[in-house]
Each structure stands twice: as C-alpha cells, then as structure tokens.
C-alpha cells in the first residue's frame, strides 16, 4: 500500500521569508502525488499535482514542488510567504489500487507579520 | 456554478441516534468518497464508489454505511456502532480516471458533534 509522511506538523514562518513543507512518499509503483490546501473550517483545494511528467510542478499561489525519486520526496515551496497561505496542508498520494487517494497527517503553515 | 453541496453544515446528535450527511454533486463525476477528519491524523478514508449502485469500504468503514442509487447522490450514515463519530466529516468526487491523476473536488464539510 502506499503511504505519505509529512515531516512536520507546524511551520511557522515570518512575512516574505521562504517557506518548505516537506513530504516523504512510500509507493511500490510510480505514484501521482498532490498537495492540497485547507483553510479553517472548509474543504480542500488542489495547489499542484505531479503525474510523471516534469519533476518540477508549478501550482496556484506561488507554490511549486519538485518529485525526487531518489529520495522519495515532494516537498513544497514558495519564495515569499503571505499572511493568505495561513493554512492546513496535505501531502497526498495515489493508490492505484483501489482509485482512492492517501493522505498525510497535515502541516499547519503559520505565518508570521 | 458546478460543485459539491453537503449538508448539514453543523449537526448534533445524542448518543445511540443515527443521522445521514447529504453529499451532492453536479459535476457529473463518477466517483465519490467520504473522508474523516480528525485533528493531527489528516483524512482517513471512509467509504469510496466509482460508479453508481456500487461502493467499497475504505480504511475506517465500521460504524458507517453509504448508498450511491444516483450518479449525484453519496449520502453516509453515521450509526449508533460509530464509538466516537465526534468528527469534520469532507465529501470529495472526481472523474473516474485509467490512470489515477484526476484531481478530487471537496465540499465544504460537515461537522457533527455528539453529545
């Protein structure tokens, strides 16, 4: 089965300053990876999504992620925090299996003014 | 505007009460699931169907049931069994895909507390 680990479960970081989610994926074929938003109280949006085509993915919001097989990872960036990326994230994996999605635990992303 | 509606929004429920959380959706997708979300443990997987009047169980099936009779239409029974259905409870669809990259789509959750 495969499996999704979000290496931390709070990042706080200040206005304008960088920020790294880290994501580490556990799949015994070549998986489709996601990260998804959630905002308090709400569903969950898609930011970006990886389907074995460019490593490196762009999605909404100034996000991207890079696929490294070799390390298993799919960690998500952006050069400069907004106070609007306050939010809950989710790393999460396909399991072709059974076409349902795997998630990871979350990453509460706090940003400082 | 194409979507998913669940409803309620917020419901209680007293101990040994049955209640359904509606899921509706009309972007004409094929598959639907429920999750379940608890603080710290992400969304755990209730219940999933990929076509209409079949469904499977997902990793968190016991104390719950589903039916899919229409296209639109997931509704999930919380049951008397469920020992601690306290929980933000997210429906989501998406387009039955060969290849397993198609994006889910989420409502805007249901919260139940029991009391």
């Known amino acids: 089965a495969q499996s999704v680990t979000q290496l931390d479960s709070h990042v706080s970081v200040s206005e304008g300053t960088p920020v790294l989610l880290r994501c580490n994926y556990s799949s015994s074929y070549s998986p489709s990876l996601f990260w998804y938003v959630q905002h308090p109280n709400k569903g969950l949006q898609l930011l970006l999504k990886y389907t074995s085509a460019a490593t490196l993915v762009k999605g909404i919001n100034g996000f991207e992620a890079e696929f490294k097989k070799s390390e298993t990872s799919f960690h998500l960036t952006k050069p400069s925090a907004h106070m609007s990326d306050a939010a809950e994230y989710f790393c999460?994996?396909?399991?072709?299996?059974?076409?349902?999605?795997?998630f990871g635990s979350g990453t509460r992303l706090q940003v400082q003014p | 505007d194409g979507g998913i509606t669940q409803s309620p929004k917020y419901l209680f429920r007293k101990e040994g009460q049955n209640v359904t959380l509606s899921c509706e959706q009309n972007l004409n997708h094929d598959a639907m699931y429920w999750y379940r979300q608890d603080p710290g443990q992400g969304l755990r997987l209730i219940y999933y169907s990929q076509i209409v009047n079949d469904f499977q169980k997902g990793d968190i099936a016991e104390g719950y049931s589903v039916s899919r009779e229409k296209k639109e239409s997931f509704p999930l029974t919380v049951t008397s069994a469920q020992k601690n259905p306290t929980a933000f409870y997210l429906c989501?669809?998406?387009?039955?895909?060969?290849?397993?990259?198609?994006?889910?789509?989420f409502g805007e959750g249901s919260r139940l507390t029991v009391l």
């Open positions: 989501a669809s998406r387009e039955r895909d060969r290849d397993d990259t198609g994006e889910l789509f």
């Open positions: 999460v994996v396909s399991d072709g299996g059974r076409r349902a999605l795997t």
